[in-house]
């Protein structure tokens, strides 16, 4: 019998300022504990896996490996690789604490597991992670989450622009991508494989005394929907205002000891924020009302990638920072939970003997 875990971390996308640019890895992880057994020689499973789930998004998770996302997704790196299947028995059981469309990466970290388990199951070693992230840019178009998820830390993400015959690969349906139902769709044809070298990365410092206070509501926003309510165009003031302080952002992180007032300039933001408030009861009051100069330890607060979750980092004071701002959403009759959070490690598979 064979077993491993893949480990990826949930992740913050934008940290105000860093639209679709900067993430942040955090300490709440997605487990995949992995067994297979090579003695059976047949399944009785669909794509010969069995899928066992627990934690956030129980019961609402497809089980099914032709219409799960994290499977799909290893199924799409298998299926570029001529391996048309989970190998003879595959067991996945799926272990999530990362709440779902909450904004904090619950999709980015289900594509990344899924693209290391496709590569493990299909012993397709050669895969680096910069490969890994191409495949995770067929899936979620966004490189924040994908790419903290996969190489950890408070990283800054960009796009290489891509030859003419590569932009259309990029830009195939992503039905194709991800055939769905995946068995249902197998025509034996190879799925379109991703371009290289599509994303990359750059590491930022990450001061040690900063920690990250997540403040989750109850409720979803799906990022298609947190997306749709974008304008297609901003003011020239407004992309000004965000390129002056994502131009700090990165610094203020990192130097120690932190300074309240820069991180606070530093994650201000005209590009997505004010546009979401529709969607987040009490958004706009709570980045705008609550500054280092109110809030003993506050270094500044943010929306956590799509939201609802609010992001405040900060240096002490973790829980009466938390609880003003599950008062300012209880007034919206809006119940929350909140977690202290770390910088994490990106994804992790961890070999049993
Ligand atoms: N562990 C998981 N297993 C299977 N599907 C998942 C898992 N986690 C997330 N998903 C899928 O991703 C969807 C949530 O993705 P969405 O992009 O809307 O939010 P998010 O990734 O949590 O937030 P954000 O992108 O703002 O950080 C879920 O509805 C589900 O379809
Ligand atoms: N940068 C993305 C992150 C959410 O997945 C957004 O804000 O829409």
Not at 61 to 73: E, G, K
Not at 122 to 146: A, Q, S, W
Not at 327 to 350: H, M, Q, T
Request: charged share 20%.
């Amino acid at each position: 019998m064979e077993s491993f875990t893949i480990r990826t971390p949930a992740s913050s996308a934008n940290i105000g300022p860093g639209f679709d640019v900067i993430g942040l890895a955090l300490s709440l992880y997605l487990e995949l504990r992995v067994t297979i057994d090579r003695s059976k020689k047949t399944s009785e499973q669909p794509l010969n896996c069995r899928i066992t789930y627990e934690g956030e998004g129980d019961g609402d998770v497809p089980l099914d490996p032709s219409a799960n996302l994290i499977t799909r997704v290893a199924l799409y790196v298998l299926r570029c690789h001529d391996q048309r299947a989970f190998p003879i028995e595959t067991h996945v059981h799926i272990v999530n604490p990362i709440p779902l469309g909450r904004g904090l990466g619950s999709s980015g970290a289900a594509v990344v597991a899924g693209v290391m388990l496709g590569k493990q199951v299909g012993g397709l070693h050669h895969l680096d992670d910069r490969r890994l992230f191409d495949f995770c840019l067929m899936i979620e178009r966004h490189p924040d989450n994908v790419g903290a998820a996969l190489f950890g830390g408070f990283i800054g993400t960009y796009l290489k622009p891509l030859a003419p015959e590569d932009v259309a690969r990029v830009e195939i349906p992503l039905s194709e991508v991800l055939p769905s139902p995946a068995g249902g769709l197998d025509t034996g044809e190879r799925p379109p494989e991703p371009p290289h070298g599509i994303g990359h990365h750059i590491k930022f410092p990450w001061a040690k005394e900063i920690k990250a206070i997540a403040i989750i509501p109850n409720f979803e926003v799906p990022t298609a929907k947190a997306r749709a309510v974008l304008p297609t165009e901003y003011p020239r003031q407004d992309v000004t205002f965000n390129m002056q302080r994502i131009a700090l952002l990165p610094v203020a992180l990192g130097q120690s000891p932190p300074d309240p007032e820069l991180i606070n300039l530093a994650m201000q933001d005209k590009l997505h924020q004010q546009y979401r408030q529709a969607l987040i009861p009490g958004l706009g009051d709570i980045v705008e009302s609550m500054s280092p100069s109110t809030q003993e330890g506050l270094l500044g607060t943010c929306l956590s990638g799509a939201g609802p979750t609010i992001l405040a980092l900060a240096t002490s004071h973790f829980e009466e920072i938390a609880e003003k701002i599950i008062s300012r959403f209880r007034k919206e009759n809006i119940d929350c939970k909140w977690l202290l959070l770390e910088p994490a490690e990106g994804v992790k598979v961890i070999k049993q003997a």
